[in-house]
């Protein structure tokens, strides 16, 4: 099994590195933003200090309300710090709700979850069960974990230099569609066969039916949201090549591709018995989520990347 950060001499319990696991409820959707660029960095830089070794988040939504999923990873003296810090982070997530914001972006209007629309604040621990199916076992777990560090540290950036409904939904248009790039043509692509037989074509088709709900039987979300990425291409085209030519934009979608291709590489000489469209998929979900997009959302951003990686502007910035 692999082991990241692993001491070569004996060490104390207090020393052996663990998983703590938070729900940090921000006071509503259109807080969260806020929450990540504000707080997750503090309190990253905290327990950076006592020595905490791997991290990352997701958004979700229970019956509670909007909330961070976040997990950290280290020894006790780092997580002991975090459990120091709850009620510090509580008045933190209650100043921000406070803050006064418009209604939450949404790229494509969709029924709510009752969650969705609640206001709690506040931090709440957990237990951190991996999904150790869908990332192929413990090592697949692991690979997985070690790159959704990454992607976390992305979209912390993301988030506070790009907006929702602006600039932020070119970015993850690229995002997705150089992750489907680094599968297909990656330095290590042709180390995995599998790599290189990938229809890109039907790679896009399987990740709008499944965001969509048309793999279920019912197309007219599909086809709605077909019709709507359809009637704002020219103009989403322009957004992205104006996005594309920022330097910073263009070093962050570097480190990505490069971070994709190793990734599978990684996974291949595990053998985890994943499929590296499979592990693409949910990798572009991921980042989709940190970046604050719905499935149906990734789903319209997706057939934007189809679209843009048909354009001569793909081929020349590539």
Request: proline share 4%; aromatic share 12%; hydrophobic share 40%.
């Amino acid at each position: 099994m692999l082991t990241f950060g692993t001491a070569q001499a004996e060490r104390t319990l207090s020393e052996i590195p663990q998983w703590w696991y938070a729900c940090l409820y921000t006071g509503g959707s259109n807080a969260t933003d806020d929450v990540i660029a504000g707080l997750l960095p503090p309190m990253l830089a905290d327990v950076r200090m006592s020595g905490a070794q791997r991290w990352f988040f997701i958004r979700y939504f229970d019956d509670s309300g909007p909330h961070l999923r976040l997990r950290i990873f280290g020894p006790a003296r780092a997580l002991n710090r975090l459990v120091r810090s709850y009620s510090d982070v509580s008045a933190h997530l209650d100043l921000m709700r406070q803050i006064e914001r418009g209604e939450p972006v949404e790229l494509m209007k969709g029924p709510k979850h009752p969650g969705q629309l609640r206001d709690s604040v506040g931090i709440s621990p957990a237990v951190y069960a991996p999904e150790i199916e869908k990332y192929g076992g413990m090592d697949g777990v692991e690979l997985a974990e070690a790159f959704f560090e990454f992607s976390s540290e992305l979209a912390l950036w993301a988030v506070a230099q790009h907006q929702k409904g602006s600039s932020r939904d070119a970015l993850a248009i690229l995002l997705l569609s150089d992750s489907v790039d680094s599968l297909l043509t990656g330095p290590t692509a042709s180390h995995w066969w599998q790599r290189q037989r990938v229809s890109v074509d039907r790679f896009w088709q399987i990740h709008a039916n499944w965001w969509t709900g048309a793999i279920h039987g019912d197309d007219a979300f599909r086809q709605l949201t077909r019709n709507h990425a359809s009637a704002h291409r020219e103009s989403m085209q322009d957004r992205i090549a104006i996005v594309a030519a920022e330097p910073n934009v263009l070093a962050w979608r570097q480190r990505w591709f490069k971070a994709i291709d190793a990734y599978l590489n990684d996974v291949h000489d595990y053998d985890v018995g994943r499929t590296a469209q499979h592990l693409v998929f949910h990798q572009n979900h991921m980042i989709m989520n940190r970046l604050g997009y719905l499935p149906r959302e990734e789903a319209l951003l997706g057939m934007y990347a189809a679209d843009w990686m048909e354009t001569p502007a793909f081929t020349h910035d590539r």
